[in-house]
C-alpha cells in the first residue's frame, strides 16, 4: 500500500514538472482553433491570404494579441485586436499575406503565436506548413477558376423588372474578382446577334444577362438553337466555352417603353431614368408636369436601335425652395403611340 502511495506520489509530481494542463485554469484559456485559407466566399475578408480563428476563454475585457513569423523567426506581422466581448470570445483575424512592398510572401512554415495581452502566461505557440492564398503575382490560387453558362431560355421569375425580355443568359464565374466577363450569342444559323459584358465583382460571381431578342439589325430573331459563348477577358484560352441550348424566345411585350427609376442626389437634382425595346426609328418624347399642373417638354430624340435603350433625365431645376412635400409627373412615350407607349411615374419631392 505503502508502495502504490509513494507512485502515485511521484506519478503527481511528474504532472507538476512536464506541465501537463495547458491552461492557468479550466475556464481560462487561448486556442487557435483554425489557421489556414479562408473558406467562406461570402465573406469581404474572402480574398486574405489567411485566416486565423481564436478561441479565448476566462477573459473578458482583455486583449488578444496576435504575431505572424516566418520560418527564420522573422516577425511579418503583429496586432492587438479588442478587449474580449464576454468570458467565451472567438477572434477572427485576416492577414493580407503581403509585405510592406505589396508583394505575397511565399508558400512555407509560419509560426502563429497568441496571447492575452500584457500575460505572458497564456501565449500558445504553434507552427503551421501553409498555402498561402496568393502567390507573386497576386495572383489568387485557392478558388478554383470556372466559367460558366448556368441557364439559357426565357426569363423565369415574374417578379423580375426583367421578366418581358426574350431571353435570359445566367452565369457562374469563379477566381476572375475585377476581370471582365464577355457573353456572345448565337442565332440558330450561326450569325452573330448580340454581346454582353460585365465586370466580375467577386471570386464567386453570378451574373444574369438579359436579352431582347432583337439582333444588330433591329430584326427580332427566331426560335431554334441559340449558342452563348462565354470567356473571361484576356483568359480566352483557359475560360471560353460554349453552351448550346433549343430556345423559344419571349415575344410577349417585346416592344416595350419603360421606367426603371426615378432618383435625386447630393445636390438636390432628380434624375429620372427609361428603357425602350423594339422602337428603331422612332421618336422618343419626355417631359414632366410641375408642382401646378403645368406640363414641360425637356427632350425628344430617335432611337437608333430595337434593343434596349436607357436614358436619364435632369430635372434639378425643379428643386426649388418651398417645394418638399408637392408631386411633379415625369412623362415618356414614343410620338405618335401616345396611348400605347405612355409611361407616366409621380415623385414627392421630400
Not at 436619364?312 to 428643386?319: F, N, S
Amino acid at each position: 500500500m505503502k508502495k502504490l502511495i509513494s507512485i502515485l506520489l511521484t506519478f503527481i509530481a511528474m504532472i507538476g514538472v512536464f506541465g501537463v494542463g495547458v491552461h492557468a485554469a479550466d475556464d481560462q484559456y487561448v486556442q487557435q482553433t483554425y489557421v489556414g485559407q479562408p473558406t467562406d466566399t461570402a465573406s469581404k475578408y474572402y480574398d486574405s491570404a489567411l485566416y486565423i480563428k481564436v478561441n479565448v476563454v476566462g477573459y473578458k475585457g482583455k486583449k488578444l494579441r496576435i504575431r505572424i513569423k516566418s520560418s527564420d523567426g522573422t516577425e511579418l506581422s503583429s496586432v492587438k485586436l479588442d478587449n474580449a466581448s464576454s468570458n467565451n470570445t472567438y477572434y477572427h483575424y485576416y492577414w493580407t499575406g503581403k509585405d510592406s512592398s505589396g508583394n505575397f510572401y511565399k508558400d512555407g512554415t509560419y509560426t502563429i503565436q497568441t496571447w492575452i495581452y500584457g500575460d505572458d502566461s497564456t501565449l500558445v505557440t504553434k507552427s503551421y506548413n501553409l498555402d498561402l492564398k496568393g502567390n507573386d503575382s497576386g495572383t489568387p490560387t485557392a478558388v478554383k477558376k470556372s466559367a460558366k453558362v448556368t441557364y439559357m431560355g426565357q426569363p423565369k421569375d415574374p417578379k423580375s423588372s426583367f421578366y418581358n425580355r426574350a431571353m435570359l443568359v445566367q452565369t457562374q464565374i469563379k477566381g476572375y474578382k475585377d476581370k471582365t466577363a464577355v457573353i456572345e450569342i448565337y442565332d440558330p444559323s450561326g450569325r452573330y446577334v448580340k454581346t454582353f459584358e460585365f465586370l466580375i465583382k467577386t471570386n464567386d460571381y453570378a451574373y444574369n444577362s438579359y436579352w431582347t431578342g432583337y439582333d444588330y439589325d433591329g430584326i427580332f430573331c427566331d426560335d431554334g438553337t441559340y449558342t452563348a459563348r462565354l470567356y473571361v477577358y484576356g483568359y480566352e484560352s483557359a475560360t471560353e466555352q460554349d453552351w448550346t441550348q433549343k430556345v423559344t424566345l419571349k415575344k410577349t411585350d417585346a416592344k416595350f417603353m419603360k421606367f426603371t427609376g426615378l432618383t435625386k442626389d447630393d445636390d438636390n437634382r432628380l434624375t429620372a431614368k427609361f428603357s425602350t425595346a423594339g422602337h428603331k426609328g422612332e421618336t422618343v418624347v419626355t417631359g414632366f408636369y410641375d408642382f401646378y399642373g403645368t406640363y414641360h417638354s425637356l427632350n425628344t430624340w430617335t432611337l437608333k436601335t430595337n434593343d434596349v435603350e436607357y436614358w436619364k433625365l435632369y430635372i434639378g431645376e425643379l428643386l426649388t425652395y418651398g417645394t418638399t412635400g408637392l408631386t411633379i409627373k415625369v412623362i415618356s412615350y414614343i410620338d405618335g403611340q401616345y396611348d400605347s407607349t405612355v409611361v407616366v411615374r409621380q415623385y414627392k419631392v421630400s
